[in-house]
């Protein structure tokens, strides 16, 4: 399996021919989607959720289709009828030839005050897991985590927990827009030092084999 680091929270990755996409959001680039015959959405924030990126996919190939919970579906369904799912934790399918296995519930808490929406994590082919903006724990083994290394929801002590209660193999940062590369290896030398598994960051566009 190939995976692509793009932008802030999207991902692809890339099996036999076949392309998914993770949350191909607002700050990710505007072609994040192109070219794939899949897409997943963890949830409906516009870092994660953008409707015009998804329009990219989803207009130049008429086989694409989206699994993603009930808040985003309700605004692609009808322009895609038939090729929006909604998915929920517990769930399991097969997307563009991949396994997927839906786990957790709600977004992590921002503050007291705000109502927490729901969010989902994708266990795709049993091995990578994105967990949205959450830092939802799977009930089963992880291979490569891809971790949310800095969000309005989150600080490192927490992340780096996360990481020590998954056990990956490894842990590919994710959700780093916000991060300034001055920052950069202060939370390299955390996460690496104290989270228990190998640690690493690609660069938009960036690729590794798994």
Known sequence: MKLTKK???CVRLEKDGQTLVIDPGSFSEEDAAAGADAVLVTHEHPDHFSEPRL???????????????????????AAYPGRVHTVGDGDTFT?????VQVH??????????LPR???VGFLVDGSVFHPGDALTVPDRPVETLMLPVMAPWSKVS??????????PRRAIDIHDALLTELARPI???HIGNLGGAEHSRLSSGESTEL
């Open 187 to 189: 939370y390299d030398t």
């Open 95 to 99: 997307a563009a030839g991949f396994d």
């Open 158 to 167: 927490e992340v780096i927990e996360y990481v020590r209660e998954v056990k």
């Open 117 to 119: 929406i729901t969010n």
């Open 104 to 113: 957790g519930e709600l977004h992590a808490v921002i503050h007291p005050d």
């Open 7 to 9: 932008s802030h929270a």
């Open 55 to 77: 329009r990219v996919a989803m207009d130049a190939n008429p086989a694409a289709e989206i699994w993603t919970l009930r808040s985003v579906a309700e605004q692609l369904s």
